[in-house]
């Protein structure tokens, strides 16, 4: 990668895939990030690049770089795989791009600081240009993602009332759902990822409140 391809993907602003950093920020928003990404589809995080895309580099490459492999190794759970590249701007700044693919292992965890009960453990993921955490629903599929196997239900009355409720409306949260057939929001969260890991449904993560909607291939 060289400065033009720098320019090429700072024209296209932060988004799903792509996240700018001025300087390596403290240790777990460091982790935080790069654990949405690799939970998420992947992405890149560009150091030295402005939030409106003016690329500025970092002075000292070296120090930066030690900070987040300091950050991944202390606050991802398991680890996280990346690939880290300095691109020179002028003589003597550089952008450091850090390369993180889609997981084989994800959820990924964050790890926080020590508590009464332990450490604790907050899995994100990459909605638009946002780090949210993970709902309950979404790592539920992410664990089915890393160890798919057959999926067996009962398609019942209450199966039946989603879907004709998701032909006129189009998605649906847990909350809805729940209310929508009356049962407790436990079983309607078990129904749902159930039905997501059939590919009939499809999970939307949101910062507000994750919802489904009918799977792409689903007629």
């Not at 999970?203 to 994750?210: C, G, K, R, Y």
Request: charged share 35%; aromatic share 8%.
């Amino acid at each position: 990668m060289d400065l033009s391809d720098i320019k090429r993907y700072v024209s296209f602003g932060e988004g799903q895939h792509i996240e700018f950093k001025h300087r390596a920020p403290r240790p777990e928003r460091i982790a935080k990030e790069i654990i949405a990404l690799a939970n998420a589809r992947g992405g890149k995080l560009f150091v030295g690049v402005e939030d409106d895309g003016t690329i500025r580099g970092v002075r000292d490459v070296e120090e930066e770089s030690f900070a987040f492999r300091q950050a991944l190794e202390t606050h991802c759970d398991p680890p996280v795989a990346y690939a880290m590249e300095r691109v020179p701007v002028t003589r003597k700044r550089e952008v450091l791009v850090l390369d993180v693919p889609e997981s084989r292992e994800k959820p990924h965890y964050l790890v926080g600081i020590v508590n009464g009960n332990g450490r604790a453990r907050t899995p994100y993921v990459r909605v638009g240009d946002q780090s949210i955490e993970a709902s309950r629903e979404a790592v539920r599929l992410m664990k089915h993602e890393r160890a798919p196997g057959d999926v067996r239900f009962e398609f019942g009355d209450k199966e039946r009332v989603l879907m004709r409720y998701l032909d006129r409306h189009e998605q649906i949260t847990v909350e809805g759902f729940a209310r929508l057939v009356d049962i407790p929001k436990r079983r309607a969260s078990q129904t749902l990822v159930l039905l997501a890991k059939a590919n009939l449904l499809r999970l939307h993560p949101n910062e507000q409140a994750d919802y489904f909607t009918l799977a792409y291939d689903v007629e």
